[in-house]
């Protein structure tokens, strides 16, 4: 098992991951993704819409604004009641999540639906110790509102206070109307987005696992009421089996499911994707059928009628909802996690790779001549063509064997050689990542294969 320390390593060193700010000292718990980094971060995305937009029948996508009106906050609750239960030490004076304290304390423990005093109550019946100085005294717990905030225009007065969005989803039921009507979708339809989510978590950490500004990617599916239960099983199986398309290893993947005393009171039925992350199993991905709950606060809070009508029944209806929700860092986290490995080869050197599904590897492939003088011009060539298509890397430096090294070690999935006989046949050697084993392929035909390979 790759250590936490391992990935936060290799991710600097391979220009995956850097610190936030790094040249002033870094900024807390941010983090830049250098040129590896970005290309995975964009691969899963694309790897996302691809999957839960482009090849559904049902799905849209949206890309709303960051900013939206207060009101909406106010209609969606975030405004009142989207706080985490904060504690804090009285000898240290450090600060943490209650519920977060409670699980770390027992982990057959589940806090969630609990009151602050409930939790209080705990912290206190079980002797719950500081993880920081160990002394066992804590302060009664309040609620911390976690939206940034910040101002609109010019003048910094409370009416310009905005609110930096927490999560994705409201930009989609607030537009729901629209969406309908422009797409003339039926329910069951649904909408997707990816973009940055902020909150202003207490206790971020892990890397990347939680930071204070994030992207997710979340999917609002609307129903009709009653089928709802149906379609949380349908989308809880969809985002398992993307994760396993994806070579993720199964054993490392849960459902956990959310017992009834502890849903959330607009929800009928949540579930978490779980993946063994290095400190342990911890949320992936969460999965709720949220009733109409959201659809049904924008109603009342804007006057607006945001019910469905059925042109096949007349029936006229506010749709249900079920919401996968997930975050691309986390993904991200899972996939290094998942990929990273080290093989000890008959020579004895040690070949360090990352096995990670092609059509999410930074680059499909890398064009390397085996011999700067004679291949170069060809190489260039090849390099010119598939870049038109792919993520591919042009190496020319050190000898073969380094080269290949340093394409596994990032997950590059082929090395593509050109050699002393690839002008005259118009052929290249093409050596897979994970097998080693090395194939002749016409170069017209480099296209397709790796088309091939990225498919999932
Ligand atoms: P937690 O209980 O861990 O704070 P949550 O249950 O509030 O998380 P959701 O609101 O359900 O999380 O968010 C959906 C998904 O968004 C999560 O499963 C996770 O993948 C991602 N996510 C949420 N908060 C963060 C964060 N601070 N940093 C990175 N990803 C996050």
Redesign the pocket.
Known sequence: MTTLENIVQYAKAQGFVFQGSELYGGLANTWDYGPLGALLKQNIKKAWIDRFQRQSPYNVLLDSSILLNTEVWKASGHLGGFS?PLTECRSCNMRFRADKLIEEHDKTTSPDGWSNEKMYQYLIDHEVACPNCGKKDFLPIRSFNMMFQTHQGVVLDTASKIYLRP?TAQGIFIQFKNIQRTTRRKVPFGVCQVGK?F?N?IT?GNF?????E?E?M?LEFFCKPGTEIEWFKYWKQACMQFLLDLGVNKQDLKFDDHKPEALSHYSNATT?IQYNFPWGFD????I?SRTDFDLNAHQTHSGENLTYLDPDTNERYLPYVVEP???V??LFLMFLSNGLTEETLENGDIRQILKIHPALAPYKAAILPLFRKEHKDLAEKIYADLSKHFDVVYDETQNIGKRYRRQDAIGTYLCITVDHDSEATQTVTVRNRDTMEQERIAITDLRAYIEKTIEF
């Open positions: 985490d999560e989510s909150r978590e971020p990347i696992f939680r930071t204070r994030f997710q979340e978490d949320e992936l991905w969460g709720a929700s997930v975050g860092e986390r």
